[in-house]
Each structure stands twice: as structure tokens, then as C-alpha cells.
């Protein structure tokens, strides 16, 4: 009995010895020198793996920023939206390097052809896909480059970031947007763009992205930019450019003097979250407003704080 | 009973409801205004070549198509051009078209008005495919194929068999068949000039058996031309799908991703082939066409001889108005057709019928969640997966779905017709096919 046991624990012991010298050989041989920083940079990114950055994941990100910190040694063009000037700077401090600040994004929606602004003409039946309406047909009110309000947007957001609301049928983003630009991607129309949040995140921009004359625009939409060019006249940083009939805001250079948001003869421009303004004895455009306009457009603050726009930030 | 020729995979049996078989072509008071929109082929749009102010005629060339695909477009009307701008195609996009304020009825010189049917063929094979490329013939079933480069037969390759669609199975469309009946003979001589055109010596004329007139008519009268065919076929949609056609008249089948020509078939609609005799015999551009007004609620189903460029109201108004509860207005087929966006838009090249659809039809019950009953796969004519292709549209993954291919099928809508869920499977598969086929060609 003794010897059976004393035979197989040598064998055992043999054998495991023999294997772990082979194990050693080929762990040597086929090591996988992995830098160790990936796993560190890695461990402060926020894991959303949105591909906000351009990459597929977060490890992808981390691997592409050490390669980036050696090679170049910068971050050029390297920045995680989700987690934000905070997680980049603490990558950097990981791999030795300084970062630029960057002005932190939100995505923005421009169109306000709600169901007041644009009424429908037409009811759509088909399946609530953005992509598939917007290859069948121009849209309920017929704009043919508005919201189709069928919310491809809304399921690509992997924050919760963005909603339908049902009264006007437009998105409406919250401050849960990290700017990753998912829903940019999957609107058909590109009418999602990633702006600057600015301080107090005051924004002003044009919410319509029609490229018809003003006739047919303003036939299909009450709120829709007609290209008429005041905004572009009165701006006086030149942040104003005019192209296909349809204004657009360059956020570097708009230093939110909302100017062009008192000329703009339709209402297109919007401007958010800015203080009420001293109420001016000048009501004539003032009344069009009123009488064509219903809440959810308004953007102007002398009728409307800034918390029931369209964009409120909750 | 010998049981009657059909295709073999999958298909539908649809309500007919041929309201509109018995009512005669009516020719259409000429509109006011005449809208000709410069896409009306299926490649690259016509370029025009007429401005503001100019006087054209019935027949004038004012737009040419320039590209490989493409087709001339000819002034259905005569009158004055009033401008070149964007109008509201059905999809209720903005497209570029010709406005024509309507004048009289004066024609071009060129044409032969006459009533007499021409039977002598004295062009030779490239004199007709040159004419019919002249007068802008399109395939009028509906995809707008400009007949031109169907006949140009690919070096190599050699037609054997003409095949004539005569099968209009699509439900409520009619017009097809009145050709069949009213102008049969001037469309067996325009047969004739095809089978010239493609050098091929047997042309077969496909017709269900629910058109039973039509079989007769043209039965008797092809005794008169040598290598023409009647052949009677069983009622199923979607036989009038080319390669559906084919495999039910020549039992041949035409292999994925390949043209008719790879088993030797050209296949031309009836539509075309009286177009195609009005071109080459009496000079005669495609400038009308017949189309078939119908719907349960319609008062008076009806065929109309069509100038292109009519707006739809009008053809409603000849079919006594729009009836009050109406829901929709298809362009085309129940099956295939696609929605109207507005009744003020023109009447196409490619538009077979204007059908009304009560509003109680014509809503789209709730999609519910696929039962997996694979009834889709079970009717779907080219032996495809709708379900599993539908998904893969619907998630975006359009390597999986070239390579379950998607582009091989034809929309004809069996599935979602047949899908007891009500799933909108179609219309992922129409989407799935556009972002495939833009892929292929960027890859190109």
C-alpha cells in the first residue's frame, strides 16, 4: 500500500517538475511585454465604450494614447468626450505629458419644426425609423430636410441623454450629453451637431438646416432659417456664414452677443439659458411671435425663461 | 386538366379586385399646366435643353439623357415653358422639372397622327434601337429601364427569347390588360420590331388566366405574326417580376446578381411594346401613357390615355373625385406601390395606376414581435430570408446581408403581406438594399 502511494507521488512530483520547467521555456518564449500604462490609463477611463473617441472601446483608447505619448509625444487629437477635460488630464499625468484644455461639447439640435411650427399634412404609419423615412419620403409637414421625430437619436444614445418630447415630436437633449456624437451619426439628415457648452452653457445657434429659398421654406415651416441674411449683416465678430440659403454659427467665434437672435425675422436663431433681457419698447416683432410661436419654440427670454425652451437642461 | 405554367418558388395569391377591367382607355382632357419632372428613368436624370420662354410642341425633344442610363424627354404638350425649377416629386423631395403652360394642341411635324396601323417593319436592327433611344422609351411596368439599353445585347451573349409581360399581377391595375384588348394588334407589331431589334426568332406573351379576353384576343390575332406565343399563365404575384417570368414561361432560371440575358431572355412589359411601335412606326415619342385610376371607394374605375406631366388631381376628378374617406393614394400597385405625399404631383413615365384606398384599408396595423413561423421565407419568390434580412437592415450589419443576398430581392412585398405579425419587412429590406448597394458601389 505504502508503495503504490510513494510510487504516484513521485510520479506526480516528476512530472509536475518536468512540465513547469517546459511552462517557464514557452512563457518565456512567447511573452507578451504589454505596457503597463495601458493598463493604467485604461483604469481612468469612464468604460461607457461609446466610441465617442474614435476608437472602438476604452482599451483601444488607452493602447492609442501610449502609443501616441511615445511616438509624438502629445495627445493630438486624442480625447475621451465622456470623460471630459478631468479624465484627460489624468491621463496625461500617467503618461508624463501636458494636455490642452478642451471646451467641453453638447450635442444640439437644429430644427424647431415642431408639431405647431410645421403642421403635418400628411400621417406617417410606416415603422418608427428615422432612416427608412427619410429614404421614403420628405416628412409630415414636408420639409424635406427637418426632424422626422421617429428618434433614431434617441436609440443610439447610450446615455439617456436625449428624449422625444411628444408634445412638439422633436428631441430634446439633457445634460447627461457627454457629446460622443452617436446621435449625429445616426441622424439621417444631419440635423444633430456637437457644439460648444460655453459657460453657464449659453448657446446661441440657427435651428434649421433648410437649404430652400425662403419661399418654399417658410411654406412648410413657420420657424424655418429663410436666408435672408440680417443675421449675417448685424454679426460683428463675422461668426455669421451664409451658404445654400441657410445661415450657420461658427461657435469658436460667436461670443454670444445675441445680436443676430433679435434681427432674425422668423425666430430661427435660438439662443439658451441666457438671463431674461430688459424688456425694450419695441413689440412689433414681439407680437408675430406671440401670435405664430407656441412654448416650446420660444427662445426668447423676455417672454420665456430660458428653462422651457426647447433645449431646457434639466 | 393540364394544371396551368407558373414560377415555382414561393408567391401570393392577393384579392384581385380588377375593378377598372372592363372600363375602355379614355383619352384625358389635356391639363393646364403640365409638370415634367427630368427624373423619369432609372439612371442618371435628363438634362434639359429648353429654357424660360421657349415654344415647344406635342413631341419636341426638351430634355436629353445624356449618361449610358438615361432616357430623352419629349414635351407631352404643347405651349410655352414657364421655368425650370424644383417641384414636389411623390416622395414630396424636391426635384428638378420642366413647367409647360399648355396651348392648343399642336404636334411636331415628324409625327404620323394618322389612325392607320403601319405593319410594314422597314428599319433595320440599329435604325430601331437608334429610334427608340431617340424617343425616349422607358420600360413602362413600372422601374423605368430605358428600353435602349435592354436591346443592346452584351457581346457575347445572345437573346433567344423575347418575353412579353402581360401579366399585371399586381392587384386593381388594369391598364395592361387594356392595352392588350384595345391595341393589341399595334403591340404585336411593336413585338415584332423588338424581336427584330434583339435578332431573336420566338417571342412568348405572358398573361394569368384571370384576363381570359385578353388570352383569346391575342391568341387570335398572333395567328398573323410567325414566333409569337400566347401563353396563359396561373393567377400568382409576383409573376410579373422578370425573373419570376421567365422561369414560368421558358422555365429557365436567371442566376443571382445576373441579368435575363445570362439564360438568353429579354423581358419587355406590353406597355412598352405599343410604345415601342408608336416610336418606330409612327415617330411618336413617349409622351402618354395608360393609366388605371381605381380603389374600392372610387365611383368610376377607369383607364385613362395619360400626356405625362397631368397632375393627379385631375385624373382623380375624371374618376368622379376623391371619395370622402379616402386614407391614401398609392402610385401604382397595392403590392409595390408607394404613397402619394400630395395629389398635385405629375403622372411619370413609370406611373401603371393612381389607387385610392379607403381610410380604413389603408392604415398599417401595429407591427407584433415575429412568431418565427417562417411564412416570409416560405413566399419569398427569390428563396430569401425576409426576416433575417429585415433584422440585419434594422441593426445596420449590411456585410451579413450583401452576403445573405439582399440584393437579389425584387420588393414585390410577399413577405410582408404574408407576415401575421404585420412586420414592416419590406420596408427594412428597401432600406437594407439602398445602404448595401451604395456600398457596393463606393467599393467600386
Known amino acids: 500500500m505504502n508503495e503504490i502511494l510513494l510510487f504516484s507521488l513521485l510520479t506526480l512530483a516528476l512530472l509536475g517538475g518536468a512540465l513547469s520547467v517546459i511552462l517557464y521555456f514557452v512563457a518565456q518564449k512567447f511573452k507578451v511585454i504589454e505596457d503597463p500604462r495601458i493598463d493604467l490609463v485604461d483604469d481612468v477611463l469612464p468604460k461607457a465604450n461609446c466610441g465617442g473617441c474614435g476608437y472602438p472601446g476604452c482599451r483601444n483608447f488607452a493602447e492609442v494614447s501610449v502609443k501616441s505619448a511615445d511616438q509624438k509625444k502629445n495627445l493630438e487629437g486624442l480625447n475621451c468626450p465622456v470623460g471630459g477635460n478631468d479624465v484627460m488630464k489624468q491621463v496625461a499625468a500617467i503618461l508624463g505629458l501636458e494636455v490642452e484644455e478642451k471646451e467641453p461639447m453638447i450635442a444640439v439640435i437644429r430644427c424647431n419644426g415642431s408639431k405647431a411650427n410645421s403642421p403635418a399634412r400628411i400621417q406617417y404609419d410606416g415603422p418608427a425609423s428615422c432612416a427608412f423615412a427619410h429614404s421614403l419620403y420628405a416628412g409630415e409637414g414636408g420639409c424635406q430636410f427637418g426632424c422626422l421625430g421617429l428618434g433614431d437619436c434617441v436609440v443610439s444614445c447610450d446615455f439617456d441623454a436625449i428624449h422625444m418630447n411628444p408634445e412638439t415630436g422633436l428631441p430634446v437633449v439633457n445634460d447627461k450629453c457627454v457629446a460622443c456624437g452617436a446621435c449625429v451619426k445616426a441622424c439621417p439628415r444631419g440635423i444633430i451637431e456637437l457644439r460648444n457648452k460655453n459657460k453657464k452653457d449659453r448657446r446661441i445657434f440657427v435651428s434649421c438646416v433648410n437649404k430652400e429659398k425662403g419661399g418654399p421654406a417658410k411654406k412648410n415651416c413657420s420657424v424655418a432659417c429663410i436666408g435672408c441674411s440680417k443675421c449675417f449683416q448685424v454679426c460683428p465678430y463675422e461668426a455669421i456664414t451664409m451658404a445654400d440659403n441657410l445661415a450657420y454659427i461658427d461657435y469658436e467665434k460667436c461670443k454670444l452677443c445675441r445680436k443676430c437672435v433679435e434681427v432674425c425675422p422668423t425666430d430661427a436663431i435660438h439662443e439658451l439659458n441666457f438671463p431674461p433681457r430688459k424688456p425694450k419698447p419695441e413689440p412689433a416683432s414681439e407680437i408675430k411671435t406671440e401670435a405664430g410661436v407656441t412654448a416650446e419654440t420660444a427662445s426668447r427670454p423676455p417672454k420665456k425663461s430660458a428653462k422651457e425652451t426647447n433645449e431646457t437642461q434639466e | ?444
Open chain 2, 1 to 444: 386538366m393540364k394544371s396551368l405554367k407558373t414560377f415555382t418558388r414561393g408567391g401570393v395569391h392577393p384579392e384581385e379586385n380588377k375593378f377598372s377591367e372592363n372600363a375602355a382607355i379614355e383619352a384625358l382632357p389635356l391639363p393646364k399646366q403640365a409638370v415634367i419632372p427630368l427624373g423619369q428613368n432609372l439612371g442618371v436624370p435628363s438634362k434639359p435643353i429648353v429654357k424660360k420662354g421657349d415654344e415647344v410642341k406635342v413631341g419636341q425633344l426638351i430634355a436629353k439623357g445624356e449618361a449610358f442610363i438615361s432616357a430623352n424627354l419629349h414635351s407631352p404638350v404643347s405651349g410655352k415653358v414657364v421655368k425650370i425649377d424644383d417641384a414636389i416629386d411623390s416622395s414630396g423631395y424636391r426635384r428638378q422639372a420642366i413647367f409647360v403652360d399648355v396651348i392648343d394642341d399642336v404636334w411636331d411635324d415628324s409625327i404620323d397622327t394618322s389612325p392607320t396601323i403601319v405593319r410594314q417593319i422597314s428599319l433595320s436592327k440599329q435604325e430601331i434601337i437608334q429610334r427608340i433611344k431617340e424617343c425616349g422609351i422607358v420600360g413602362l411596368g413600372g422601374a423605368t429601364f430605358p428600353t435602349h439599353v435592354k436591346l443592346m445585347v452584351p457581346d457575347g451573349k445572345k437573346a433567344e427569347y423575347l418575353i412579353i409581360n402581360g401579366v399585371e399581377c399586381e392587384p386593381y391595375l388594369t391598364s395592361d390588360h387594356r392595352v392588350m384588348l384595345e391595341k393589341g394588334e399595334e403591340m404585336l407589331i411593336g413585338v415584332k420590331i423588338l424581336m427584330k431589334a434583339l435578332e431573336v426568332e420566338k417571342a412568348v406573351i405572358g398573361i394569368e388566366n384571370n384576363k381570359p379576353d385578353a388570352i383569346r384576343h391575342l391568341t387570335e390575332l398572333s395567328q398573323a405574326y410567325t414566333g409569337i406565343m400566347v401563353q396563359a399563365l396561373k393567377v400568382k404575384y409576383p409573376q410579373g417580376g422578370e425573373k419570376q417570368l421567365i422561369k414560368a414561361t421558358v422555365n429557365r432560371e436567371v442566376p443571382s446578381g445576373k441579368l435575363p440575358i445570362e439564360v438568353g431572355c429579354v423581358v419587355s412589359n406590353v406597355g412598352t411594346a405599343l410604345a415601342v411601335y408608336d416610336a418606330v412606326q409612327k415617330n411618336k415619342p413617349l409622351i402618354e401613357r395608360v393609366v388605371t385610376v381605381t380603389g374600392k371607394s372610387v365611383r368610376k374605375p377607369s383607364n385613362f390615355m395619360v400626356r405625362i406631366g397631368t397632375p393627379v388631381t385631375e385624373l382623380i376628378a375624371a374618376a368622379q373625385g376623391l371619395p370622402e374617406n379616402t386614407g391614401k393614394v398609392i402610385n401604382g400597385g397595392p403590392m409595390m406601390g408607394k404613397a402619394l405625399t400630395s395629389i398635385d404631383v405629375p403622372i411619370t413615365k413609370g406611373s401603371s395606376g393612381i389607387l385610392i384606398m379607403k381610410s380604413e384599408d389603408s392604415r398599417r396595423p401595429a407591427p407584433k414581435p415575429c412568431i418565427r413561423c417562417s411564412k416570409c421565407t416560405e413566399v419569398c419568390p427569390m428563396g430569401l430570408e425576409p426576416f433575417l434580412l429585415a433584422k440585419l437592415a434594422k441593426l445596420a450589419i449590411y456585410d451579413k446581408a450583401e452576403n445573405e443576398k439582399i440584393m437579389d430581392c425584387i420588393e414585390c412585398g410577399s413577405c410582408q403581406f404574408t407576415c401575421p405579425s404585420q412586420l414592416p419587412l419590406l420596408d427594412f429590406l428597401r432600406l437594407g438594399k439602398q445602404r448595401v448597394g451604395l456600398l457596393i458601389r463606393t467599393r467600386k
